[in-house]
C-alpha cells in the first residue's frame, strides 16, 4: 500500500505499474467522483423534504425531521440484522426505503412511490457529485491500453443505482462493472468486497491494482489479498471540504453564511473549472445568484398564493423564464409546479390597446413623460399610437397646443400632472376620452385575442413577471382586459418596483418587488437600481422587441421590429456581445436551484449575502467589471429623439454609466455615488 498526497503523483506511480496490471478497481466516491458537499449524509434531507411534501398531498402529516429520523431508525435496524448473518453491516437502500415508504404512507404505498422517492435521491446524489478530471482522463487512457476497470463501492445504494450515476457522468464507456456492497453485503471494509470482485471476474491478484481513499478499506483490505493498492489522501481537496464544513458551520450560527453555504456548493468543481470568459464568471457568480434569488422568491409567491400560470412578460422576462425552466425540477420537485410560457409583450405594444377601455389617464400620460425627452402632447400621441388629427379640436377646447410642453423636464417622475394645468382639462373631456378610447379599440381587440391564445383567461390566479421597474405592462394589460368579466386575479412579481408611479394596488390587480419594493426600507438592495439599464441588456431575449400584434388567419401574433431596423441592430449585437454572460447566468440559477434545495433554505435565509453581494459587486465594482459588464446600446421605446441638456443626464447619472477609466483614476468615485444614492433613497423614504 502507498499513500499520496497528490493525484498527479499518484498517478505518475500508477503509470510505471500498469504494464503488469490487467486489472485496474477503483473506489467511487471520494475517489473517481467527488462530492460538492462536505457531508455526504446532507443528501438525505432534501430527499426526507420531498416525502414528508408527497405525505402533505396526501393528507399524511408529518415532518420532514420525522422522515429522517424513521430513515435513520430502519437503516440502523438494517444494518445490524446484517452485520449478523455477514461480515460486513450493509444495508440495502431498496430493502430500508420501502418499508420506510410503508410505515409513512401505509395503504397509500405502492412501487411507483418508491420508485419517485429513489429517482430523486439518484437526481440529487447527481447534482452535488463531479468527476475527478485527471482520474477521468487517466482511466480513459486505460480503456485504449485495453486495461479492465471496475468500480468498487461500500455504500447503501445498490450496483444498479452506481450504474445510473456512472452513465450520468459519462463515464459508462471506461467501465467494465460497478459493485456495490449493498448487493452482498460483503465490502472493501472487512476484504471480503474483493473476494466477490476476483471471484466475478477470475482475476489473478498479482495482475490487479486498486485506487481509493480510504487507508483501510481501500488500502490494507487489498494488499491483505496481494492486490496493489494506491490510497490518495489529496491535500487540496480535504482544504476544500474542510472550508465546506467551516462555512456549513457558521450557516447554522448566521444567515449571512447560509448564502455564503449556497456559492460554496455552487463552485465549479474538477471538469467544470475551467477558464471561462470573465463574462461567464460575472453571468454565474452575481447575476445568476441574483436572478436565482428571484426565481427563488417566485416560486415560494407560487405556492403561497396557489397561482396555477405563470406569464414571464417583456423581453427581460425571457432570461427569468429559462432560468425558470432550469431551476423547477429542483424547487418544485415533490409537488407539481404552475403551468409557465413566455408572454410577447412590451409597453409600446400594449400602450394602444390600455387605452380601448381606459382612455388617456393622467398615470399613463406621466408614464409617457418620464422620459427627458418627452415634454408635450405630441410624444404622448408617439407613445400610444395616437392619431392627432381627430385630437386637435379638444386640445384647443382645453387651450392646449400640441407642442406646449406639459409638465417641466425631469420633474415628472415625482411631480406627475400638475391638477392646474390645462391638460387636466383635456382628460376630464368625455368627447376626447371617447376617441381615445376608439383609436385604441382594435388594438385592444387584437390583444384579447392574443391572451386568449395563451390561456390567459382559463385560470382564477396568473402570476405575471417582469424586470420592474414601475409595472407599467401589468398596468397596460390590467386595463386592456378590464372589461373582462372572466378576468383572472393578477399577481405581479418583479424584481424591483419603484413605484414612482401610483398605479391602483387591488386584490385583483397586485404587484410586488421581489428583490426590491420601495414599500419596503432597504438601503443594500435598492443598489439594483443604479444598473437598471444593465439588468435589462443582460436580461433581454435574442429575439427584436414586440410593437404590436396582427392577426394571420385565426390566430393573432405579436409583430416584431424589424431586424434591419437601426434599434434591432444594436440589439443584437448588444445580445452577441453578452452571450458568454447568459451562459453563465443559466448555469449559476440552476446550481442555485440545486444548492437551496440541497440545504433546504427559504429565500429569506438568503437575503443577508444577497445584500452584501449588492453592494460588494454593484456599489463597489471594479473598473474592469464596469468596463466589460456596462452596456454599450439600450433603447427606450417611450424614449423621443430631442436633446437633453447635460445637467439633467449628470443628476441621474449612477457610478454605472460612467467610463472605467474614471472610476479607476478619480479619487473616491465609487464613494461618491454610494453617498449620492444613500440620501437619494433617504429622501423618498422620508
Not at 430493502?95 to 404505498?109: E, N, T, V
Not at 423564464?321 to 423547477?328: A, N, P
Not at 413623460?369 to 379638444?394: H, T
Amino acid at each position: 500500500m502507498k499513500v499520496f498526497y497528490s493525484l498527479r503523483r499518484l498517478i505518475e506511480h500508477a503509470d510505471t505499474l500498469i504494464e503488469q496490471k490487467d486489472f485496474v478497481s477503483l473506489d467511487i466516491f471520494d475517489t473517481l467522483l467527488v462530492r460538492r458537499i462536505h457531508d455526504p449524509d446532507l443528501v438525505k434531507p432534501p430527499v426526507a423534504r420531498f416525502i414528508a411534501e408527497k405525505a402533505a398531498a396526501l393528507g399524511i402529516s408529518t415532518t420532514w425531521r420525522e422522515v429522517q429520523a424513521l430513515r435513520n431508525e430502519i437503516e440502523s435496524a438494517h444494518r445490524a440484522r446484517n452485520g449478523a448473518l455477514h461480515p460486513d453491516h450493509e444495508a440495502s437502500y431498496d430493502d430500508f426505503i420501502p418499508q420506510m415508504l410503508r410505515r409513512i404512507f401505509g395503504d397509500s404505498y405502492d412501487e411507483d412511490l418508491f420508485e419517485s422517492v429513489a429517482q430523486y435521491e439518484m437526481e440529487i446524489e447527481t447534482a452535488v457529485l463531479a468527476p475527478r478530471a485527471e482520474l477521468v482522463d487517466w482511466i480513459a487512457r486505460l480503456k485504449r491500453q485495453n486495461k479492465t476497470i471496475i468500480l468498487i463501492s461500500d455504500i447503501y445504494l445498490p450496483s444498479k443505482y452506481l450504474t445510473m450515476l456512472v452513465e450520468k457522468k459519462g463515464l459508462a464507456d471506461y467501465v467494465t462493472d460497478v459493485v456495490s456492497s449493498a448487493d452482498t453485503f460483503r465490502a472493501k471494509a472487512s476484504g471480503t468486497g474483493f473476494d466477490i470482485v476476483r471471484e466475478k471476474h477470475r482475476i489473478d491478484t498479482g495482475r490487479w491494482l486498486h485506487v481509493g481513499d480510504n487507508p483501510i478499506s481501500d488500502g490494507l483490505r487489498p494488499a491483505e489479498s496481494g492486490i496493489d493498492a494506491l490510497v490518495i489522501q489529496d491535500i487540496g481537496e480535504r482544504q476544500r471540504k474542510g472550508i465546506a464544513r467551516l462555512v456549513h458551520s457558521l450557516a447554522g450560527i448566521r444567515h449571512i453564511w447560509k448564502g455564503r453555504n449556497v456559492l460554496q456548493i455552487m463552485s465549479p468543481l474538477e471538469g467544470d473549472n475551467v477558464d471561462r470568459p470573465e463574462l461567464y464568471v460575472d453571468g454565474r457568480n452575481l447575476f445568476g445568484f441574483l436572478i436565482g434569488y428571484f426565481i427563488h422568491r417566485l416560486a415560494e409567491k407560487c405556492r403561497e398564493r396557489n397561482i396555477s400560470r405563470v406569464y414571464f412578460c417583456s423581453r427581460e422576462g425571457w432570461m427569468f423564464f429559462e432560468c425558470w425552466k432550469r431551476m423547477v425540477p429542483h424547487l418544485f420537485a415533490a409537488t407539481e409546479a404552475p403551468e409557465a410560457s413566455y408572454l410577447h409583450v412590451s409597453r409600446i405594444a400594449l400602450s394602444s390597446a390600455a387605452c380601448s377601455n381606459a382612455g388617456l389617464t393622467a398615470a399613463n400620460a406621466t408614464v409617457a413623460l418620464l422620459p427627458f425627452q418627452n415634454v408635450d402632447f405630441v410624444d404622448i400621441c408617439r407613445v400610444y399610437n395616437l392619431d392627432i388629427e381627430p385630437l386637435r379640436p379638444y386640445l384647443a377646447n382645453a387651450g392646449l397646443a400640441p407642442e406646449d410642453p406639459i409638465t417641466p423636464v425631469g420633474a415628472n417622475a415625482s411631480g406627475g400632472i400638475d391638477p392646474e394645468n390645462p391638460f387636466s382639462v383635456l382628460l376630464a373631456d368625455p368627447e376626447f376620452q371617447a376617441e381615445v378610447r376608439k383609436q385604441g379599440h382594435p388594438s385592444g381587440q387584437l390583444f384579447e385575442s392574443y391572451l386568449d391564445s395563451e390561456g390567459f383567461f382559463d385560470h382564477r390566479d396568473v402570476a405575471l413577471v417582469d424586470i420592474g421597474w414601475l409595472g407599467t405592462i401589468q398596468h397596460y394589460l390590467h386595463q386592456a382586459i378590464s372589461h373582462r368579466n372572466e378576468r383572472p386575479n393578477i399577481h405581479g412579481f418583479l424584481l424591483a418596483a419603484t413605484r414612482m408611479v401610483p398605479y391602483p394596488n387591488t386584490a385583483e390587480n397586485r404587484f410586488d418587488g421581489l428583490v426590491f419594493d420601495q414599500h419596503e426600507f432597504s438601503l443594500a438592495t435598492s443598489y439594483v437600481l443604479t444598473i437598471k439599464d444593465v439588468l435589462e441588456e443582460i436580461c433581454r431575449a435574442p429575439h427584436p422587441s414586440v410593437t404590436g400584434y396582427e392577426r394571420l388567419g385565426d390566430r393573432v401574433r405579436p409583430r416584431l421590429r424589424d431586424e434591419s431596423d437601426k434599434s434591432a441592430r444594436s440589439e443584437m449585437e448588444q445580445s452577441d456581445y453578452y452571450a458568454p454572460l447568459h451562459e453563465g447566468v443559466l448555469d449559476g440559477a440552476e446550481q442555485y436551484a440545486m444548492s437551496v434545495t440541497l440545504l433546504g433554505y427559504e429565500s429569506r435565509y438568503i437575503r443577508s449575502w444577497l445584500n452584501f453581494l449588492l453592494v460588494t459587486r454593484v456599489a463597489f465594482p471594479s473598473a474592469g467589471e464596469v468596463g466589460r459588464i456596462r452596456h454599450f446600446h439600450h433603447h427606450d421605446d417611450f424614449a423621443g429623439t430631442r436633446q437633453v441638456h447635460q445637467r439633467i443626464l449628470r443628476y441621474y447619472q449612477s457610478l454605472w454609466d460612467l467610463n472605467s477609466w474614471k472610476i479607476a483614476l478619480i479619487p473616491f468615485t465609487r464613494y461618491r455615488y454610494f453617498y449620492r444614492h444613500i440620501s437619494r433613497m433617504l429622501r423618498l423614504w422620508a
